[in-house]
T-cell receptor
Framework: GQQVMQIPQYQHVQEGEDFTTYCNSSTTLSNIQWYKQRPGGHPVFLIQLVKSGEVKKQKRLTFQFGEAKKNSSLHITATQTTDVGTYFCAGPMRKGGADGLTFGKGTHLIIQP | EPEVTQTPSHQVTQMGQEVILRCVPISNHLYFYWYRQILGQKVEFLVSFYNNEISEKSEIFDDQFSVERPDGSNFTLKIRSTKLEDSAMYFC??????????FGPGTRLTVT
């Protein structure tokens, strides 16, 4: 079945440093979504990418979708303590329909002040 | 801002007992989902529901699991005979279209 892989599993950074997490799917995706989960919290939708090569920005966060629509990345510039959490990428199990998401294992971002 | 709600927040049950986890999706949403997350692990899809029927289910969603939308607002997940390995956080999610999903705060299920 479809697999979504993320690296690294953990990332320790000093506050103010940049952070990047990478996501790879075993199959071509119709779209990819990114979620953030704070410790003890629930996944919160960040963004969705649909087009090949798409780049979207949200303040200090930059999201990319690969040309082949099989990989994606999230880059955070100048991390802040509020960025702490686990970042998950997720792809639909099938194209279209009311299908669930296959999540990656997530990257835990730990920030040292 | 509308949000998905879930009850109870924590459920403790004995192995072999039935549990029902309840969710109230966002009111104008059309697609409903259950996921689970074992402590420290990734979020795993269980089932999706649209137009009053199951749209897709994972291999985790076996005959011990069932879902219902008994009225216009609630969405429930029933586990008929709980096992120790069913201990996890169960998240309900809903969406208006097939993309962005809104997750509830979760129900922590502990099976003893």
């Amino acid at each position: 079945g479809q697999q979504v892989m993320q690296i690294p599993q953990y990332q320790h950074v000093q506050e103010g440093e940049d952070f990047t997490t990478y996501c790879n799917s075993s199959t071509t995706l119709s779209n990819i979504q990114w979620y953030k989960q704070r410790p003890g919290g629930h996944p919160v939708f960040l963004i969705q990418l649909v087009k090949s090569g798409e780049v979207k920005k949200q303040k200090r966060l930059t999201f990319q979708f690969g040309e082949a629509k099989k990989n994606s990345s999230l880059h955070i510039t100048a991390t802040q303590t509020t960025d702490v959490g686990t970042y998950f990428c997720a792809g639909p199990m099938r194209k279209g329909g009311a299908d669930g998401l296959t999540f990656g294992k997530g990257t835990h971002l730990i920030i040292q002040p | 801002e509308p949000e998905v709600t879930q009850t109870p927040s924590h459920q403790v049950t004995q192995m072999g007992q039935e549990v029902i986890l309840r969710c109230v999706p966002i009111s104008n949403h059309l697609y409903f989902y259950w996921y689970r997350q074992i402590l420290g692990q990734k979020v795993e899809f269980l089932v999706s529901f649209y137009n009053n029927e199951i749209s897709e289910k994972s291999e985790i969603f076996d005959d011990q699991f069932s879902v219902e939308r008994p009225d216009g607002s609630n969405f429930t997940l029933k586990i008929r005979s709980t096992k120790l390995e069913d201990s996890a956080m169960y998240f309900c999610a809903s969406s208006y279209a097939i993309y962005e999903q809104y997750f509830g705060p979760g129900t922590r299920l502990t099976v003893t």
